[in-house]
C-alpha cells in the first residue's frame, strides 16, 4: 500500500501575474485552502493539470508547518467561490460611494464619535464607510 504524501502547492495566475490559491494534495484529491475554491478545478486526480497554460503551480513543502502555507493563507485569506469575492467587491464599491459623497459635517461628525472613544468599527458601521477609511480619517484628525 502506497503512503500518500500530502502537498501544499500554491496556484498562480500567469494572466494575472498574482497567487490566487493555495491546495493541499493528498489521497489523489485537491482541496483548496485559502484564496479561489475554482483552482481545485485545475487539479486531476490530486495533481496540478495546466491545461490552457494560464496557471503555474509551486510546489510549498510537505508540511503544514512550513512557514510559507502560514503565509500564504494570510495573504490568499479564506476560500472563496467567485460569487463570493464578487460580492465582497460590491460591498467595498458601495462603501467607497458613500465614502466619497461624505460631507464637512459628516467628517466632523466622524471626528467627534473618535474623540467620545467610539470604536472605529462602530463609526464605520454608523457611517456606512469601510473601517480603513475611518482608520485613514483618524490618523488625519490627530
Known amino acids: 500500500m502506497e503512503h500518500a504524501v500530502k502537498e501544499y502547492i500554491l496556484v498562480k495566475d500567469y494572466v494575472k501575474n498574482k497567487a490566487v490559491a493555495l491546495v493541499r494534495s493528498e489521497y489523489g484529491r485537491a482541496t483548496a485552502i485559502a484564496g479561489e475554491k475554482s483552482a481545485e ?3 486531476v486526480d490530486g495533481e ?11 510546489l510549498i513543502g510537505h508540511s503544514s508547518r512550513h512557514p510559507d502555507v502560514g503565509f500564504y493563507i494570510d495573504t490568499l485569506g479564506p476560500v472563496a467561490d467567485s460569487k463570493q469575492r464578487l460580492e465582497k467587491a460590491k460591498q467595498r464599491a458601495v462603501k467607497a460611494k458613500v465614502a466619497k459623497a461624505l460631507s464637512k459635517a459628516d467628517l466632523e461628525r466622524i471626528s467627534e464619535l473618535l474623540s467620545n472613544g467610539v470604536s472605529q468599527r462602530t ?14 480619517k483618524n490618523r488625519q484628525f490627530i
Open 123 to 136: 463609526v464605520a458601521e454608523i457611517m456606512g464607510v469601510s473601517q480603513s477609511f475611518i482608520q485613514r
Open 41 to 43: 478545478k485545475v487539479f
Open 48 to 58: 496540478p493539470h495546466n491545461i490552457n497554460r494560464k496557471y503555474g503551480f509551486t
